[in-house]
């Protein structure tokens, strides 16, 4: 089985300032590694994903991401953030085969923007 | 891109009804979809794995009886929250896996369901 642990329930920012949301995973076999962003009262819009292959990812809005595998690490990233990034922030691992297509949800992360 | 949308938004119940909620994947075809469910200020917590054309296979923990779950075309899944209490309220959420070489889901929009 595999889990995934977000670390910081809130992470307050400045805005135009940069911010990392961490995001570590456990899992005996490889994953697939995915970051979503849920504003309030919505569900869930992927910002960018992990397969394979380059260990940078880059997505949606700014986002990018950095599959780290000797660390078990998938740390999400933005240079500079906006008042309109505040939301949460979700991470979540997957099976490429078997389990069932499930996704394992981290905790989720507040991201606060301030100006 | 993929779209799932959600029926209704929003609904509140009196104690003892049942409500249904639908989940309809709009442009592509799914065979698996899945049902969350999410408190305040939570993470999503996986209820059952919607698959068309057969029994759903509820998470342990999860009463079958009560959240009764029906695929019964490549584009509608539902859920049905029977006999609600108020601890039944909560915000529900189903995403469509869509077929492709990876896992992807795509998300509805979510229910807020209230039991009053």
């Known amino acids: 089985a595999q889990s995934v642990t977000q670390l910081d329930s809130q992470v307050p920012v400045f805005e135009e300032a940069p911010v990392e949301l961490r995001c570590n995973y456990s899992s005996s076999v490889s994953v697939y590694l995915f970051w979503y962003v849920q504003y309030p009262n919505q569900g869930l819009q992927l910002l960018l994903k992990?397969?394979?292959?380059?260990?940078l990812v880059k997505g949606i809005n700014g986002f990018e991401a950095e599959f780290n595998k000797s660390q078990t690490s998938f740390h999400l990233r933005k240079p500079s953030v906006h008042i309109s990034d505040t939301a949460e922030y979700f991470c979540a691992v997957t099976r490429p085969t078997g389990g069932g297509n499930k996704l394992t949800f981290g905790t989720g992360t507040q991201l606060k923007v301030e100006l | 891109g993929a779209v799932v949308s959600q029926h209704p938004s929003w609904v509140i119940c009196k104690s003892g009804t049942s409500v249904k909620i639908e989940c309809r994947s709009l442009?592509?075809?799914?065979?698996?979809m899945f049902w969350y469910r999410q408190f305040p200020k939570q993470s999503l917590m996986l209820m059952a794995t919607?698959?068309?054309?057969?029994?759903?296979?509820?998470e342990q923990g999860v009463e079958k009886d009560k959240f009764l779950i029906n695929h019964a075309s490549l584009t509608l899944s539902t859920l049905t929250v029977t006999s609600a209490h108020p601890e039944d309220s909560s915000f529900y959420i189903c995403s469509a896996r869509v077929p492709s070489s990876y896992n992807e889901q795509f998300f509805g929009p979510g229910t807020r369901l209230t039991v009053l």
């Open positions: 919607s698959n068309e054309g057969s029994k759903a296979t509820y």
């Open positions: 992990y397969l394979s292959g380059s260990t």
């Open positions: 442009d592509f075809q799914a065979t698996t």
